[in-house]
């Protein structure tokens, strides 16, 4: 039987982000922006606002850390497309 890991909600993302960040490796995200999509990259910041937060992958994509959906491989629980 097929296993995936979850979390309840796209904050819990965050100290993984920030451990891809600091160690400077590859972060491989779904998330929902006009539906379904992904990147992939280095981040390179993590823009935490009161009113929004971001992840940006090698200074040009920034992807809204609420419309996270999975990284590497970790997925919201609520999330049951894979």
Do not use: R
């Given at each position: 039987m097929d296993q995936r890991?979850?979390?309840k909600s796209s904050k819990?993302?965050?100290e993984l982000l920030q451990t891809l960040m600091y160690k400077n490796e590859v972060a491989s995200i779904l998330f929902e922006e006009?539906?379904?999509d992904r990147?992939?990259?280095v981040i390179s910041e993590i823009l935490l606002k009161p009113e929004e937060a971001f992840v940006v992958l090698e200074g040009t994509k920034r992807i809204r850390i609420d419309s996270l959906i999975g990284v590497n491989g970790l997925f919201k629980a609520d999330y049951t497309e894979c």
């Open positions: 890991i979850t979390i819990g993302f965050l006009d539906g379904l990147a992939e990259g």
